[in-house]
C-alpha cells in the first residue's frame, strides 16, 4: 500500500472504458475522472494531481496533444497514455512531446495496470525528492553563492551584477524549452557560480585595460578549473560542477576544457554558454565598452551552430526581447530606490 492517498486523473472519453479503470484504481488511489480532455485540462489548472492517465484515441483532443498540454500546467504530474498503437514512431513521439513514463498497451489486465501505477508513484516520489533537493540546497547555499558574487564584484566591477543577469537568462531559456523544476533548479545554482573560479586570476589580468597576451588568455581560462576546484569535494552540487565545468565549451567542439562537441555538452552548460557570452559582448569591461545588442544578437547568430548550440540560441532569440524588458524596469525600481 502506498503511504498516503495519491490522486489520479482518469480520461477517456468511452463511458465503460473510463468506468473500468475507475474500477480498478479507486481502492488504491482518489480518483478523478472524465469523458472530456477540455475538462480535464480545466481540472489540472484548479486541482493538484499526481498521476493522469488518458486513452490516445478521443474525439474531442488526442491523447497525445491533451498529455503535452498537461505538462505544460502540471510539469510534476506522472502521464501514462492508454493505446492500442504499437508503432514506434508513434510512441517516440509521445515520449519525446508529451512526457509519456509508461504505455498501458490495449487490452491491459487489472494487476498489470496497478502494478505499472505503483511503479508510477515511485517515479513521482523520486521526482519530488529531488526537486525538493535542488530547493533545499538552494536554500543551503544562498548565503554562500551571495557571498562569492559580493566577493567577485568587489574584485572586479566590471562583472557587477553579472553572475545574476547569467542566471535570469538562462532560466528564461529552460523556460521556453520547457526544462523540468529539478533542471531549473541546477541551472539556477549553476547561473549563480558559474564564474566562481575567477576569484582565482590575478586582479593583474582581469583589471587589465590593453591587449591580453597568450598567458593572459590561459590565466582566464584556468578560472573553469579553479571554479570546479572550490566546488567538487561538495557531494550536493555534483551535477552542478559539471553544468559549471563545461559552460565554455562549443557546439563545434573547438571549446575548453575537454573539447566536448554537440549534445555531449550537459544542456544547461549549452545554455550559460549562450546567456553568459550576450553578457559579456554587452557589458563594458576594463579593456573596451560593451557593444549593442543589435551587435551582440548579430554575433550569437553567426556563431549558431559553430560556438552556440542552434537550439538554444533560437530559444534566447525569443525570450530576449521580454528579459532586456523586465532587467532594465528591474534596475529602473533599484535606481528609484536608492
Request: charged share 30%.
Amino acid at each position: 500500500m502506498v503511504e498516503r492517498s495519491y490522486k489520479i486523473l482518469l480520461v477517456d472519453d468511452e463511458e465503460d472504458n473510463l468506468e473500468l479503470l475507475n474500477r480498478t484504481l479507486r481502492q488504491n488511489y482518489e480518483i478523478i475522472k472524465t469523458t472530456s480532455p477540455l475538462e480535464a485540462l480545466k481540472i489540472l489548472s484548479e486541482t493538484p494531481v499526481d498521476i493522469i492517465i488518458s486513452d490516445h484515441k478521443m474525439a474531442e483532443m488526442d491523447g497525445l496533444e491533451f498529455l503535452k498540454k498537461s505538462f505544460e500546467l502540471k510539469p510534476m504530474c506522472v502521464r501514462l497514455l492508454v493505446t492500442a498503437y504499437s508503432d514506434p514512431r508513434v510512441l517516440i513521439e509521445a515520449i519525446n512531446n508529451a512526457k509519456i513514463y509508461r504505455f498501458v498497451k490495449k487490452p491491459w489486465d487489472p494487476s498489470e495496470l496497478l502494478a505499472m501505477v505503483e511503479s508510477s508513484i515511485e517515479h513521482y516520489q523520486l521526482v519530488v525528492e529531488n526537486d525538493k533537493l535542488i530547493y533545499d540546497l538552494k536554500d543551503l547555499f544562498s548565503g554562500t553563492v551571495n557571498a562569492i558574487m559580493e566577493a567577485l564584484d568587489a574584485k572586479d566591477s566590471f562583472t557587477l551584477g553579472r553572475s545574476r543577469r547569467v542566471t535570469f537568462l538562462g532560466l528564461k531559456m529552460a523556460e521556453y524549452l520547457k526544462l523540468s523544476r529539478e533542471e531549473m533548479g541546477k541551472l539556477e545554482l549553476a547561473g549563480l557560480l558559474h564564474d566562481i573560479g575567477m576569484i582565482g586570476v590575478p586582479e593583474a589580468v582581469l583589471l587589465k585595460t590593453g591587449g591580453f597576451t597568450p598567458d593572459d588568455y590561459d590565466q582566464i581560462k584556468r578560472h573553469v578549473s579553479h571554479g570546479v576546484k572550490i566546488l567538487e569535494d561538495i557531494k550536493q552540487l555534483k551535477d552542478v560542477v559539471e553544468i559549471i565545468k563545461y559552460h565554455h565549451e562549443r557546439f563545434d567542439g573547438s571549446g575548453y576544457p575537454d573539447g566536448l562537441k554537440g549534445n555531449d555538452i550537459p544542456l544547461n552548460s549549452r545554455i550559460i554558454a549562450v546567456a553568459d557570452t550576450y553578457d559579456s559582448i554587452v557589458s563594458d569591461r576594463s579593456y573596451r565598452e560593451g557593444l549593442r545588442h543589435d551587435e551582440a544578437m548579430h554575433i550569437i547568430e553567426i556563431q549558431s551552430g559553430k560556438q552556440f548550440d542552434p537550439v538554444v540560441a533560437d530559444a534566447f532569440k525569443n525570450i530576449i526581447p521580454d528579459a532586456i524588458e523586465q532587467i532594465t524596469k528591474h534596475i529602473m525600481q533599484v535606481s528609484e530606490r536608492e
